[in-house]
């Protein structure tokens, strides 16, 4: 589906002191694809965009852009658009008065700067706020601005972190939907975030990380056939993570997802197997509050990459 | 558009839009030039008369006429004199309701027209600084004044002394003629040494040939002072904006364009510059407005303005190299920019500080704008000024370049 490769980062390797925030992580993005790099806080996904938009120096590994390095060659800069997690504009402006700013650093002027102004403020659905100071938008107009401006030079390659954070689910949806359609006029997007539904709605590749370190790769298909063709049986109670390991070490026909604080989740082969894993539990005297059966999903994926779930 | 001009252009446009700091700092050092320079200014000030009480024990023919000394002519301006006993007046200067008392003894007259030395006391209030100075000084110039009469007129006075001090229905006409011609002389003779004055004071003023030589005013000599250290405000504010942008994030967006760093600090550092200049120039023309001040040569003022703006853009550039967060920066500006004013004169004369101080004052900005644009003001040229000025910007843009590119 996908032929052209825009960006290539090779074992990227980032240390904090003696704390590793990346370690040797590498992915592609190739032309219209949405790569999704899901992880808890702490994983190392702002980090990477940090370090791909060359204010974190220190780390080792290449990133090329077409085969260029990125770090080397600026003008590559301007194929490229980024979206940080803050609000990256000025305030004090108006939302086209931004626009007209970072539209010039790229290298866009006269009528040209203008119209693609104009289009990107009605892609935004901004264009009849466009001469009001930025500090009397809303959350998710400020949100909608951020993306506008990372958009706006029409860039081939999107860097987006964590561009939904703090917004309500309207502007959310929004916000996605932007996305998608860039996507589908060719530009290729990395996207971080730890919204498993952003992901599992937007994103044709997943790279699941944690801890610095890419822990699955692939297609949403793709990454739930790692969990197995099984039914997965959350089961919440009230016991100790100790004394639940050792309740479910001594019989092995089920497969130990996560055993968390009052959760623990189970992947059977059948559901037919259920009470039996009911049974050990009562006769261990474990008091049993809620039992629910799922699907294979992300957060299941996540669960046994990791054993944690993503909103730790 | 070049990304050095479109960074400055942004810097300026964002002021611009949200100005309210801006122009605080504009007006703020105009508003305290007005009221410094009203307040001071030679033109209104009316000195207060100064309340001199007198415990005249005498009350004879002498202290009669030292005491209408006091309410004579311009004399009658200076002091307000009131006649009390003397414990009467120990209490008013305790309670701060008069300047000085001058105790004139009993006897006073009596003893001087014998030509005996006397003895007059002056009661200062402690509490008051200048003004039982000047009473203390006219009190002097009077006693000196008696004295020469006195000593001059001694054989007339000896002579006329029984009649002064007895009924004057008892005097002869004839008795009196000899001393009056013995008098007359004396007076010929005075006036023969004193018309035309030997020495003669006139009062002017330093002129230099060539040179459009214009007496400074009060608003004149505050006002170099007062907009170098709001300049210093409104650069540290703009400047603030190096550490700002990398805390909202618009740095790395800025960064992640074609732009290469050097092209960005120069932006900001000529942005601020801009800033710092146009405000400048608005102080420049509301005082010239406001207080009528009068540039002799406008084209020293121009090069002046330049390079203290040029050194601040600079030096801010420089000090928020050196720090990390906004916080740090302002702990770290604000007591620098009140050192620069206290001892580079804007807060008060230089000529008011101690040697060591006024030898540091030579490493301020300040100091060197105010001589300058006074300098200016007259119409010399501020060589000295200008060097020192360039000198100091170029060095502080050198290290601040060096810092921000080893941090960007």
């Known amino acids: 589906m996908y032929s052209e490769i825009l960006l290539e980062v090779k074992g990227i390797s980032k240390n904090y002191d003696t704390v590793a925030a990346l370690s040797d992580f590498s992915v592609t993005v190739e032309k219209g694809e949405i790569v999704g790099l899901l992880g808890p806080n702490g994983a190392g996904k702002t980090t990477l965009i940090s370090i791909l938009s060359g204010t974190l120096p220190g780390f080792s590994g290449s990133v090329h852009f077409h085969g260029s390095d990125l770090f080397r060659d600026r003008m590559v800069r301007n194929r490229i658009g980024i979206v940080p997690q803050e609000m990256a504009f000025y305030e004090e402006l108006t939302a086209a008065d931004n626009l007209a700013f970072f539209g010039r650093l790229h290298g866009l002027e006269g009528a040209d700067l203008k119209r693609r102004i104009a289009a990107m403020l009605e892609v935004v659905e901004l264009d009849s706020r466009s001469r009001e100071k930025v500090k009397q938008f809303s959350g998710g107009m400020k949100r909608r601005l951020n993306l506008a401006i990372g958009m706006l030079h029409q860039p081939e390659l999107l860097l987006l972190d964590e561009p939904t954070v703090g917004i309500d689910v309207q502007a959310k949806v929004r916000i996605l939907d932007i996305i998608r359609r860039a996507g589908s006029e060719g530009t290729g997007v990395i996207f971080t975030t730890h919204q498993l539904a952003e992901v599992e709605e937007l994103c044709s590749r997943i790279v699941v990380m944690d801890h610095g370190k890419v822990l699955a790769s692939g297609t949403l298909p793709e990454l739930v056939r790692v969990v197995g063709e099984k039914e997965i049986v959350s089961i919440e109670g009230e016991f100790s993570i100790l004394r639940m390991q050792e309740i479910l070490a001594a019989d092995r026909f089920y497969e130990i997802l996560a055993i968390l604080d009052d959760r623990v989740e189970l992947a059977l082969e059948r559901s037919d197997m259920i009470p039996r894993v009911l049974e050990i539990l009562l006769r261990q005297g474990i008091h049993v509050r809620d039992l629910k059966i799922k699907s294979p999903n992300l957060e299941t994926l996540f669960l046994k990459l990791t054993g944690r779930s993503l909103r730790d | ?408």
């Not at chain 2, 700091?21 to 000195?47: A, E």
């Not at chain 2, 002519?73 to 701060?96: C, H, N, Q, Y």
């Not at chain 2, 420049?284 to 090069?303: G, N, P, Q, T, V």
Request: aromatic fraction near 12%; charged fraction near 20%; include cysteine.
């Open chain 2, 1 to 408: 558009m070049n990304p050095v001009w479109t960074i400055t252009r942004n810097d300026f446009h964002r002021r611009l839009r949200a100005p309210a700091g801006l122009i605080l700092f504009i007006l703020i050092p105009v508003i305290m030039t007005g009221l410094i320079g009203t307040v001071f200014s030679p033109k209104k000030t009316v000195l207060p008369r100064i309340p001199i009480l007198v415990a005249d024990q005498d009350g004879g023919f002498v202290s009669r006429f030292l005491l209408q000394a006091f309410s004579a002519g311009e004399s009658r301006k200076m002091f307000v004199v009131e006649t009390v006993p003397e414990p009467e007046g120990i209490k008013r200067l305790a309670a701060d309701r008069a300047s000085a008392l001058l105790v004139i003894p009993e006897g006073f007259s009596d003893r001087l027209l014998k030509i005996q030395s006397v003895r007059l006391r002056l009661v200062k209030n402690p509490s008051q600084q200048h003004l039982p100075i000047i009473a203390e000084e006219f009190v002097n110039t009077l006693s000196l004044g008696l004295s020469a009469i006195f000593w001059v007129f001694q054989d007339e006075i000896q002579a006329f002394r029984p009649f002064l001090v007895q009924d004057f229905s008892l005097i002869s006409a004839a008795s009196l003629t000899p001393f009056l011609e013995k008098a007359r002389v004396k007076f010929i003779a005075v006036r023969s040494l004193l018309d035309p004055l030997l020495i003669d004071l006139k009062k002017e003023a330093v002129k230099k040939p060539g040179l459009r030589y214009r007496e400074l005013s009060i608003f004149a000599w505050l006002f170099p002072g007062m907009a170098v250290m709001f300049l210093l405000f409104i650069m540290q504010s703009v400047l603030e904006d190096l550490l700002l942008e990398k805390e909202r994030g618009t740095l790395r967006r800025i960064l992640f364009s074609a732009i290469a760093p050097r092209q960005y600090i120069l932006g900001k550092v000529i942005g601020g510059f801009l800033v710092g200049f146009f405000g400048f120039w608005v102080m420049i023309f509301a005082c010239a407005f406001l207080f009528s001040l009068r540039f002799a040569r406008w084209d020293y003022i121009l090069l002046l303005v330049t390079v203290v703006c040029a050194f601040a853009a600079a030096f801010f550039a420089m000090t928020h190299a050196l720090v990390r967060t906004r916080r740090h920066a302002s702990m770290v500006n604000t007591p620098v920019i009140l050192v620069f004013s206290v001892l580079g004169g804007s807060m008060l004369p230089i000529e008011q500080l101690g040697k060591g101080m006024q030898a540091l004052s030579r490493f301020t900005p300040n100091y060197w704008f105010i001589t300058g644009t006074h300098q200016a003001m007259r119409g010399t040229f501020p060589g000295p000024a200008l060097l020192v000025l360039t000198v100091f910007a170029a060095v502080c843009f050198a290290v601040a370049f060096f810092l921000l590119k080893k941090r960007l």
